[in-house]
């Protein structure tokens, strides 16, 4: 099973909508989480941290749930500059503070 | 705003060479990474380093090794191309672990090609 997983895509939906992603993580151990985006052959770079109290950014809300280890980022109004890949990445801090990264969920929103 | 510089963009090599990409970063963070992305596997962590002339295996340290002899640059090393390494390569930095802020700053990636 992999370390953190999400649903590859691609999700295809027109602007304005609203549309989540979901990500899961197996290591209990887990303690910071991070949604990045990537735009088609460009480097990540991040969107923005999530916090246990759940944190919004404009369109963009980010929540965890530790119980369920799952964190989530919904976008709403979606504009055609949102197509992209979203990473979610988790920091364990049992080994070595490093980021795993799971492999993305595309998006792809259209006129 | 942090750089990430690395030297290559695009990189065409063949089985068998010894292969060099280079990473440099401007900010004076201590960490600093190699990881390989492919198509349907994420980003996947090579190396790691948080100390200069020190390193970690990560998820995937074989036929790689890296080198680290100053805080700024961090070089990853194909000791023998193979044509399973053709991938594209990110090098990223971050502030040290425990400051409580762990942003990764990405450069824009090697796309290497082994034939």
């Known amino acids: 099973r992999k370390e953190v997983e999400q649903d590859p895509g691609p999700f295809n939906v027109p602007e304005g909508a609203t549309v989540a992603f979901n990500c899961t993580y197996s290591n209990s151990a887990s303690q910071s989480f991070f949604w990045y985006r990537q735009d088609c052959r460009k480097e990540p770079k991040l969107l923005m941290s999530?916090?246990?109290s759940g944190n919004e950014d404009g369109r963009f809300t980010a929540q965890l749930n530790r119980a369920s280890q799952y964190i989530s980022l919904l976008i709403r109004d979606s504009k055609l500059s949102d197509s992209a890949t979203y990473l979610c990445v988790v920091t364990v801090y049992n080994q070595g503070g490093k980021l795993i990264f799971g492999q993305g969920t595309e998006l792809s929103v259209k006129p | 705003d942090v750089k990430v510089t690395q030297s290559s963009r695009y990189l065409v090599k063949r089985t068998g060479e010894k292969v060099f990409l280079e990473c440099v970063q401007d900010?004076?963070?201590?960490?600093m990474f190699w990881y390989r992305q492919d198509p349907g596997l994420g980003l996947r962590l090579i190396y790691f380093s948080y100390d200069v002339k020190m390193k970690e295996k990560g998820d995937i340290p074989e036929g790689y090794s890296v080198s680290r002899e100053k805080k700024e640059r961090f070089s990853l090393i194909l000791e023998s191309a193979s044509t399973n390494q053709t991938s594209m390569y990110l090098c990223?930095?971050?502030?040290?672990?425990?400051?409580?802020?762990?942003?990764?700053?990405f450069g824009s990636g090697t796309q290497l090609s082994v034939l």
């Open positions: 999530v916090y246990s």
């Open positions: 900010m004076d963070h201590e960490n």
């Open positions: 990223a930095s971050s502030l040290k672990v425990g400051t409580g802020y762990e942003k990764l700053f």
